[in-house]
């Protein structure tokens, strides 16, 4: 049980180029999210997904692009990388619902450090 | 207005002390909380998960939550210099349950 697998764990880009964040979970989780870490802004939500097919924005979203074809995987797309999506991405999973008993809490991966010149 | 409120610190605790976290929300609807802790330069990981108000115990770690004034807490007891790290408070409500807000975090040291 692997949990959430991100990779890359680091990325150089430069300014103009795109490339796709992976994400990946082994527990069935239906919910599945995308965030940011900036130094003193705590984790920011880009976008979520709650099942194959289906996915919403955060609240940071322009400049990023989702899918979820999978329960499994939710890639997240950088359009044009820009010195501001300098960060360090987190994806997290979790059950969906709330059925009694069950922990809803998320499970993160271990994050992908990115940065823009 | 963020939604959660978490003082950034840093905290800095002898070993053995007891710390105590604090976060404050915005919204009454929110009923579920969360505490992650972060080592640097790793993921959040999920340390106690909550359902509206009352205590929940889990080894030396206490959570608390108050919705009368909309105050979330976390208490180390026995603090050891492994529990260094940052802690992150979270919350949501249940018309969107699993959308969860996050504080910005605090930083603790335990000094030996």
């Known amino acids: ?117 | 207005q963020k939604e959660v409120e978490q003082d950034p610190g840093p905290l800095s605790v002898p070993e053995g002390a007891i710390v105590s976290l604090n976060c404050t929300y915005s919204n009454s609807a929110f009923q579920y909380f969360m505490w992650y802790r972060q080592y640097s330069r790793k993921g959040p990981e999920l340390l106690m998960y909550t359902y509206s108000s009352g205590n929940k115990e889990d080894g030396r770690f206490t959570a608390q939550v108050d919705k009368s004034s909309k105050y979330i807490s976390l208490f180390i007891r026995d603090s050891q210099p492994s529990d260094s790290a940052t802690y992150l408070c979270a919350t949501s409500a249940a018309y969107n349950f699993n959308k969860f807000y996050f504080g910005s975090g605090t930083k603790l040291n335990v000094k030996p």
């Open chain 1, 1 to 117: 049980n692997a949990g959430v697998t991100q990779t890359p764990k680091f990325q150089v880009l430069k300014t103009g180029q795109s490339m796709t964040l992976q994400c990946a979970q082994d527990m069935n989780h239906e919910y599945m999210s995308w965030y940011r870490q900036d130094p003193g802004m705590g984790l920011r939500l880009i976008h979520y997904s709650v099942g194959a097919g289906i996915t919403d924005q955060g609240e940071v979203p322009n400049g990023y692009n989702v899918s979820r074809s999978t329960t499994e995987d939710f890639p997240l797309r950088l359009l044009s990388a820009a010195p501001s999506q300098t960060s360090v991405y987190f994806c997290a999973s979790s059950y969906l619902g709330q059925e009694r008993g069950r922990n809803y809490g998320y499970t993160f991966g271990s994050g992908t450090r990115l940065t823009v010149v």
